[in-house]
């Protein structure tokens, strides 16, 4: 289907409609029913809320044609799917698995911190929040004017 949406120079775009909408298109998903009767394509456009509405009315205006061109390159087959199409957003869907998966990371890296911190009290080890003092000690014991290396 990506396929018959890329040619643009066969399909009646229309006055109205951006050509770079059409170029956003992409389909995510095919489902087929169990006698290849009727597709359901989940099509992903990329742009603002207006650009979708336009491209998702572009589709179902255009949808005998799209199956008729569809029919064309699936010429040995008997009969050709009914479509329908659905919005697919991949950009809301990745972008909440996102902060879910930086949510968990924090909250792992804050029970890891807890658990340092913990080891660190049972141990009699200072806080490192506490300046230290041993990089002064090791200056003051090496004699002035000689360089280590």
């Known amino acids: 289907m990506n396929f018959v949406?890329?040619?643009q120079d066969k399909l009646p775009i229309g006055r109205n409609l951006d050509p770079d909408i059409i170029d956003g298109m992409n389909v995510m998903e095919v489902s087929l029913n169990n006698d290849c009767s009727h597709a359901r394509l989940k099509i992903c456009i990329t742009g603002d809320s207006f650009q979708q509405r336009q491209g998702f009315s572009w589709l179902s205006k255009n949808n005998k044609l799209?199956?008729?061109?569809l029919a064309q390159i699936l010429r040995h087959r008997k009969n050709v799917p009914t479509l329908s199409f659905e919005s697919h957003n991949l950009i809301q869907q990745a972008g909440r698995k996102f902060i879910e998966q930086i949510a968990?990371?924090?909250e792992v890296l804050m029970k890891m911190n807890e658990h340092l911190m913990n080891r660190r009290r049972r141990l009699g080890l200072p806080d490192e929040d506490e300046p230290q003092n041993d990089i002064k000690e090791t200056i003051d014991e090496h004699p002035k004017g000689q360089f280590l290396i």
């Open 66 to 69: 799209l199956r008729y061109r």
């Open 5 to 7: 949406l890329s040619r």
């Open 104 to 106: 968990s990371i924090a």
